[in-house]
């Protein structure tokens, strides 16, 4: 390594003083004018990561749902996941080193990771569309740069675009073609393979209404038409040429608003969804003829994807297992119908994509998505060869059609991580293949009415939780408080658990009623001031 040329360009990228910065399930994310140093080390770790692992690395210029103004950075694993748990603290011991302390950190990384000098090094980039993120990508190359490692710059594309692309190429092309070609070219062949089999439904079907966020999905998806069937009409509202990232619209702003986003005319009964400004999420919504506003969140996607794949694995026969991965946050009704009727195994884990995805692993199909809509379906590779050798092999005609249904899902679906393209057309290819309107779809249950708050305190370690964060067991006393609220309303229950970023916590309560569930959220957050040291005035009433 060399230190000069070390010293130089770091000094070109100046960390500012007193600033600390924490790794976390999205990378670092912050303002963007306090980045360019992060961004400069952030290409020297991932030098570092490709040779402890001899594998592609990527990095990821975004702050997906945050507002324009922020910016931010993540790692991407050898097979499109997300950067190992050790490698985060690695990432924040070097993004907050002091100047002179750098040289050090990094020895101590290389030895601690044992890292190998001798092999080469290899890095994919990608960034989102915020007026921040080419200056801060060029960071990122000087990083890579002073320590010798190889590049290639994929410019803007989504995040899971980018983490398609490493998976492609450190399985040497076996899971696709690492351009952007080859990630429209799999996805369409398979889409378009799936819907020549849907029972002729009529156009208002194949209309979508799609808000994407001001960000980079509007471009892709442009890039993206000519690539898909010509009964498929997609309509771009929020696409980035008038409005700012993620302001008044995108998945994010409808998710917590229960609202259509601003710039998205909708007409009664249509079709419409939203992604983020990453394209890594995606919820759909509609407007009945009373033009009362409903909302398809992760909870009803991930019912709608384990209803098909269910009906299909049946077919195919017993020996794949399917289960649903869920967290606190999942409404009732959503894990009571999976549990109930479907009769799916609903596993719940923690917050967080990163527990969600190794959950998920465990299975031979394992759907998993947050409420926010975040989420995917990975196949294990027993299955996937099971299902492979079926479509080609089995006599049974009924059997080897839904195999090769499952052999287009797999194509379709990106298992790195959640993308918003890849889940709308998965959506849209089991809508037309069930003939469902969005209406039936969102019947399929009800939501119970739920509530989300936050209580400030003078700090979040106070509060551990256990069950998957749906108890707490510190401070004494709180869980027994709940768990009296909870009795006091029908088809209840609550939790709470700490923020990850900030001194506040979260408060989840869902009951029979809107007014029951926020008569219960408010109980439960008048508990977590008075037991876990509430700031500020009490929480008032909703």
Not at 285 to 306: C, E, P, Q, R
Not at 338 to 353: A, M, S
């Amino acid at each position: 390594m060399d230190s000069e040329a070390l010293k130089k360009y770091s000094a070109l990228h100046p960390k500012p003083a007193g600033l600390t910065l924490q790794y976390g399930t999205a990378g670092f994310r912050t303002k963007a004018e306090q980045l360019d140093h992060v961004m400069f080390r952030m290409g020297l770790l991932a030098v570092l990561r490709s040779k402890a692992v001899i594998s592609t690395i990527g990095v990821m210029v975004t702050a997906s749902h945050n507002p324009e103004e922020d910016n931010g950075v993540k790692l991407v694993d050898p097979l499109g996941e997300m950067l190992h748990p050790s490698w985060e603290e690695y990432a924040t011991q070097l993004a907050n080193a002091e100047e002179g302390e750098l040289q050090t950190v990094i020895t101590e990384i290389c030895q601690k990771a044992a890292v190998n000098h001798h092999k080469d090094a290899s890095v994919f980039i990608g960034r989102d569309t915020r007026p921040s993120s080419k200056k801060l990508s060029q960071s990122v190359i000087d990083g890579i740069s002073v320590l010798g490692g190889q590049y290639h710059d994929y410019g803007l594309v989504t995040t899971p675009q980018l983490h398609y692309m490493v998976c492609c190429r450190n399985t040497q092309g076996q899971y696709g073609k690492a351009t952007l070609e080859g990630y429209y070219e799999k996805l369409s062949r398979a889409f378009t393979e799936l819907i020549k089999q849907s029972p002729s439904s009529g156009e208002s079907q194949r209309h979508l209404k799609i808000d994407c966020a001001n960000g980079i999905g509007a471009l892709k998806l442009s890039e993206m038409k000519s690539y898909f069937p010509e009964e498929v009409l997609i309509h771009l509202y929020n696409d980035g040429t008038k409005e700012k990232l993620n302001h008044l619209c995108g998945a994010d702003f409808v998710k917590v608003h229960q609202k259509p986003p601003r710039g998205l005319d909708m007409k009664p009964n249509e079709r419409c969804c939203s992604f983020d400004g990453d394209a890594d999420r995606i919820v759909y919504y509609y407007k009945d003829t009373t033009g009362h506003f409903h909302l398809i969140d992760g909870d009803k996607i991930a019912t709608l994807i384990s209803i098909f794949l269910k009906e299909l694995l049946a077919k195919v026969g017993p020996t794949l297992k399917m289960a649903v991965v869920q967290t606190a946050y999942a409404n009732g009704s959503s894990t009571r119908y999976l549990e109930e009727t479907l009769k799916v195994p609903v596993h719940c884990v923690k917050t967080g994509v990163k527990h969600l995805h190794h959950k998920a692993q465990e299975f031979d199909v394992g759907v998993y998505f947050e409420a926010n809509g975040h989420g995917t379906v990975l196949f294990s590779k027993a299955a996937e060869t099971k299902i492979r050798q079926l479509a080609k092999e089995e006599k049974d005609d009924e059997k080897r059609e839904a195999a090769k249904v499952l052999e287009n899902m797999i194509h379709l679906i990106n298992q790195t991580v959640g993308d918003a393209i890849s889940d709308m057309l998965v959506i849209e290819a089991i809508l037309a293949l069930k003939g469902l309107t969005v209406q039936q779809w969102d019947a399929i249950y009800t939501d119970l009415p739920n509530r989300l708050l936050k209580v400030q305190v003078a700090d979040r370690r106070v509060i551990d939780t256990t069950d998957a964060e749906r108890r707490a067991v510190a401070p004494p006393g709180l869980q027994e408080k709940i768990d009296a609220l909870v009795k006091n309303y029908k088809l209840s229950r609550a939790f709470v658990r700490p923020s990850g970023t900030e001194d506040v916590v979260r408060i989840y309560a869902e009951a029979d009623t809107q007014e029951n569930a926020d008569a219960l959220a408010h109980e439960v957050s008048l508990a977590v001031y008075h037991l876990a040291g509430g700031k500020g005035a009490p929480p008032q009433p909703i």
